[in-house]
Nanobody, 120 residues
Framework: QLPLVESGGGLVQPGEFPRLPCVGP????????IGWFRQAPGKAGEYVSC????????YYEDWVKGRFTVSRDNAKSTVYLQISSLKPEDTGVYYC?????????????WGEGTQVAVSS
């Protein structure tokens, strides 16, 4: 298993630009596709974005509309989800997940999530 740890959540204001790191402690993430998912209160989880483990290609769900950016720093074994122009509907628990190489999955390893609460 690949342990993953998300952070960067908390109580934030609308319009802010939080950055959520996903860290693979003690194990390089370089070959892994890292996907981001979120679960809003009372709703099913949804796919947000992914960065591939092959060439660093990035993918986004349509509703992201340019507000989210996924990137990776392999030297730090970290993948980031940058959120811009935060909205109250972005409230939820954000999870990162790892799959071998490709964003098509499957995603086998999951972090415990980081809670983002946007004040309204």
């Amino acid at each position: 298993q690949l342990p993953l740890v998300e952070s960067g959540g908390g109580l934030v204001q609308p319009g802010e630009f939080p950055r959520l790191p996903c860290v693979g402690p003690g194990r390089p993430l370089g070959d892994y596709a890292i996907g981001w998912f979120r679960q809003a209160p009372g709703k099913a989880g949804e796919y947000v974005s992914c960065i591939s483990g092959t060439d660093g290609s990035t993918y986004y769900e349509d509703w992201v509309k340019g507000r989210f950016t996924v990137s990776r720093d392999n030297a730090k074994s970290t993948v980031y989800l940058q959120i811009s122009s935060l909205k109250p509907e972005d409230t939820g628990v954000y999870y990162c997940s790892a799959g071998k190489y490709y964003c098509t999955g499957p995603y086998n390893d999951w972090g415990e999530g980081t809670q983002v609460a946007v004040s309204s």
